[in-house]
């Protein structure tokens, strides 16, 4: 019979011996926490095209204790409602909650540089197993975790509770934040945003910090890190490669149908200078979406068998489409935005700047913007602003003598 305190100890020294796990508190946290716990009624595993549910209850305890403690994430629902119980066969869908794979929640953790008394607001409770790690060493009172998908919330609660955390897991959109239980010392996220939401920095002591993954492609994204000033701005950097699912209220449809009726007006065509295949690679996705925040790229193979891309706007109805053409690409681009050339120009300068990685990239985040740059090169510095500049003061408050009725 597998001892599920020695497994626990296991994937600790594992953790260690990474790099991921440093602090004797955190340890002592992993060592303690059961997660497989966190992971009733089931997990689902990848199998390449589809999903193998394994429950607890149908799972050899040894085997199931295996696959606790791998350095894994852990599909536990698909498509927003799917759990392993649910269904004897694999499935297709796409995973909507998860235990995070312990490397990942571990060096989350100790990238928030917790003390002893912080308070914390989690946004993505999951499976609830990140929250009793900080709930082991803050206490369960110090703890405010947020998890937007009522089933989910509702399992992580019951499984805290069994771990003997009785803490405060709130169930609503976590971009809000939680003002009841502010002002907190550190803010974290386990699920990614396209931009941070400023009720998470309103909701931060100064001095404090918020730590969330950016950017709202699957990969290309990064984890920000921002320390909040008593002006109410946070600036920081992006601290390393982070991949998580999309907030459920920001995560973009995939662009389908007929793709070739979206692009059958060009506003332009030239050969492209930067080939639209460096945009599988990291730092230049991410790139791309400070350049043209709001583009998604697909990949496509045309009626005679050679490959596509596409860049889409939907917001600003503008797009890209790069057509293979011997050795080189030609772009296409329509609508009012020339996604390319924004594009582009941005990864030219890059690469000119030596490509530095993900992590020489600097935030500062306002009420009303987000200010991204690498060094003090005005060509790498890109701002996205919520308010139209110059739009000027917000507009008149409708009084009740503006009232309109049909009669
Ligand atoms: C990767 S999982 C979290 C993993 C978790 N920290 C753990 O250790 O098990 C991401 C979670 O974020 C939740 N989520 C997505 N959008 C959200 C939102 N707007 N507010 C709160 N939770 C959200 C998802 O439902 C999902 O359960």
């Known amino acids: 019979m597998t001892d599920p305190a020695s497994e626990r100890r296991r994937m600790a020294a594992a953790l260690v011996r990474r790099g991921d796990l440093k602090s004797h508190w955190l340890r002592a946290a992993v060592e303690s926490v059961p997660r497989e716990q966190f992971l009733r009624p089931g997990v689902f595993l990848d199998e390449g095209r589809s999903w193998r549910p394994l429950t607890v209850a149908g799972t050899d305890p040894d085997e199931w204790l295996k696959i606790a403690y791998s350095v894994d994430t852990l599909t536990t629902q698909l498509d927003g409602h799917l759990t392993a119980d649910r269904t004897g066969a694999p499935v297709v869908g ?3 909650s998860s235990s995070t794979d312990p490397a990942t929640v571990v060096g989350m953790i100790e990238a928030l540089d917790l003390a002893a008394g912080h308070r914390v607001l989690e946004i993505g409770t999951g499976t609830g197993y990140s929250t009793a790690l900080m ?11 947020i998890e937007v998908d009522a089933q989910v919330a509702a399992r992580a609660d019951a499984a805290l509770e069994t771990v003997g955390f009785s803490t405060w897991t709130v169930t609503g959109d976590g971009l809000l934040g939680h003002p009841y239980r502010a002002p907190y010392d550190r803010v974290i996220a386990t699920c ?3 931009r941070i939401p400023y009720a998470w920095i309103r ?3 100064p001095g404090g910090i918020v730590l969330g993954t950016v950017g709202s492609w699957p990969w290309g994204t990064g984890l920000a890190k921002l320390a909040v000033s008593d002006d109410g701005t946070a600036e920081g950097a992006i601290v390393g490669r982070s991949s998580f699912m999309q907030a459920r209220a920001q995560a973009v449809a995939p662009v389908a149908g007929d793709l070739s009726a979206r692009t059958a007006f060009a506003d332009s065509e030239r050969v492209a200078l930067v080939s639209p295949l460096v945009l599988k690679e990291w730092m230049p996705a991410f790139l791309a979406q400070l350049a043209a925040p709001g583009a998604q790229f697909v990949r496509a193979t045309r009626s005679d068998g050679s490959p596509s891309r596409y860049l889409f706007d939907p917001e600003r109805e503008s797009f890209a489409e790069f057509i293979a053409d011997g050795g080189s690409w030609t772009v296409r681009q329509g609508g009012p935005v020339a996604l390319w050339d ?3 120009r941005s990864l030219v300068t890059w690469h000119g700047a030596g490509v530095p990685d993900v992590d020489a990239i600097r935030l ?4 009303t913007s987000h200010l991204y740059w690498i060094d003090r090169n005005p060509a790498l510095r890109w701002e996205h602003r919520l308010v139209r500049p110059g739009a000027g003061s917000l507009p008149r408050r409708l009084r009740p003598g503006d009232a309109w009725l049909p009669s």
């Open 94 to 96: 796409v995973p909507t």
């Open 135 to 145: 709930c082991h060493y803050l206490g369960e009172d110090n703890v405010t975790t």
């Open 192 to 194: 990614a945003v396209r």
């Open 203 to 205: 909701q931060t002591k």
């Open 342 to 344: 924004d594009i582009e």
């Open 364 to 367: 500062r985040v306002t009420m």
